[in-house]
């Protein structure tokens, strides 16, 4: 029997479960201007933000049964929580407040339409908007709310 290396596992106090998180692919521009976007619109400075890729962020996706191999979804942990596909960007912009919590209007579509429309994205991101050969270093704004 081979003995396989150990998973990383979801450390205990890995962040504050008070704060709203973002888990998204550093490698993909589209997710990365999303991420930016966030930083922008969240005047309070509530949301933290982990990289799919860091230990944290693959143990979040394992957690809450997301492949590790393609980061396809954000995850977005709200309140406890968690929120994936276009259920995620609806979740984070209805805590951003108004006028971002018109997003919730998206939840009219049925869900396997929601997620049908967010996958045919997802499966050409990195064709539709391009991919970094690693995660950029990010902006101060991003490192100091940036976590695992």
Known sequence: MTDLPERPTLPRRAHDVRQPLIVF???CVFCSGFVQLVLKLDRKKRFRFAT???PLGEALFREHGLPT?????NLAIIEGAAFTKLDSFVAVMAALGWPWRAAKALLILPRPLRD???DRVAK???ALFGRKDSCAIPSAELRERLIG
């Open 116 to 118: 049908w429309l967010y």
């Open 124 to 126: 050409n991101r990195y």
């Open 69 to 73: 191999d393609d980061y396809d979804s």
């Open 25 to 27: 692919d550093g490698v």
């Open 52 to 54: 799919a890729q860091s």
